[in-house]
């Protein structure tokens, strides 16, 4: 499974999906969420502005990936 840094606390979730490259813009993250593709700790979220913190678990796409806090 892939693992995401994170420098803040925490992160949208559209902005998290652009930062791992599962969407390429924010147009394209938006529609993600919108159909119901993102599953975010095993439940499907759809506010393209949920917070995303360190440890949380998103699916999209097939594509599994971890929360981490950045760190140095």
Do not use: W, Y
């Not at 975010?40 to 949920?50: D, F, I, K, S, W």
């Not at 097939?62 to 806090?69: L, N, S």
Request: hydrophobic fraction near 40%.
């Amino acid at each position: 499974m892939d693992v995401v840094p994170i420098r803040d606390e925490s992160i949208k979730l559209g902005q998290l999906l652009k930062l791992h490259g599962v969407a390429e813009h924010g147009a394209m993250a938006k529609d993600l969420i919108a159909a119901g593709d993102v599953t975010v700790n095993g439940e499907v979220e759809t506010r393209r502005g949920a917070t995303i913190r360190p440890g949380d678990r998103v699916e999209v796409l097939g594509e599994a990936f971890e929360v981490e806090a950045e760190t140095g």
